[in-house]
T-cell receptor, first 115, second 115 residues
Framework: AQTVTQSQPEMSVQEAETVTLSCTYD???????LFWYKQPPSRQMILVIR??????QNATENRFSVNFQKAAKSFSLKISDSQLGDTAMYFC????????????FGQGTILTVHP | EPEVTQTPSHQVTQMGQEVILRCVPI?????FYWYRQILGQKVEFLVS????????KSEIFDDQFSVERPDGSNFTLKIRSTKLEDSAMYFC?????????????FGQGTRLTVV
């Protein structure tokens, strides 16, 4: 079984600054995917970024990038040039390649961006 | 942009009653999921559904729960004889395919309160 841990219940950052959200996971799987989902207040979760475990290159989507350390089982999210609209709950999630569609989530981190 | 929609947004039910949570997945999606989040806890996988049958279910998804796609558009979660501990946010999700790493699109959730 997989576990995903987000050790930061809450984070805050000033607008235009950079913030990093932490995530660690534990698995015996060799092939898997890692995700960061964002859930704004009273809105649905949306995918921010996805990383394939067999790819060494860290995924990047505009202001969002990850630092994927496979050996350490660490998958952090960096948000650059933070914007007020980035205020949300952020979930780290794991999907084994053998378990199609089933996500295992971390506890979530509430990020607040201050003007 | 297509969205997964869930109704109602909040449902209050008495312990022992049956409740049906409804979801309309994105129209060309073929894979459907239910997750739940008890207050203060992680988002947990309940069940995945494809081709009118359950693909995978968690230990939580016992005989009290059932899913159905009654009319080709709705995807429902039925909880029989609700218990206080069924109080949670229930999220529906859908996916276009079930390939490894496929993105799940989430609804905004139904908050179920059992009194």
């Amino acid at each position: 079984a997989q576990t995903v841990t987000q050790s930061q219940p809450e984070m805050s950052v000033q607008e235009a600054e950079t913030v990093t959200l932490s995530c660690t996971y534990d698995t015996s799987e060799n092939n898997y995917y890692l995700f960061w989902y964002k859930q704004p207040p009273s809105r649905q979760m949306i995918l921010v970024i996805r990383q394939e475990a067999y790819k060494q290159q860290n995924a990047t989507e505009n202001r969002f990038s990850v630092n994927f350390q496979k050996a350490a089982k660490s998958f952090s999210l960096k948000i650059s040039d933070s914007q007020l609209g980035d205020t949300a709950m952020y979930f780290c999630a794991f999907m084994a390649s053998t378990s199609y569609g089933k996500l295992t989530f971390g506890q979530g981190t509430i990020l607040t961006v201050h003007p | 942009e297509p969205e997964v929609t869930q109704t109602p947004s909040h449902q209050v039910t008495q312990m022992g009653q049956e409740v049906i949570l409804r979801c309309v997945p994105i129209s060309n999606h073929l894979y459907f999921y239910w997750y739940r989040q008890i207050l203060g806890q992680k988002v947990e996988f309940l069940v995945s559904f494809y081709n009118n049958e359950i693909s995978e279910k968690s230990e939580i998804f016992d005989d009290q729960f059932s899913v159905e796609r009654p009319d080709g558009s709705n995807f429902t979660l039925k909880i029989r004889s609700t218990k206080l501990e069924d109080s949670a946010m229930y999220f529906c999700a859908s996916g276009r395919d079930r390939g490894p790493g496929t993105e799940a699109f989430f609804g905004q959730g139904t908050r179920l309160t059992v009194v």
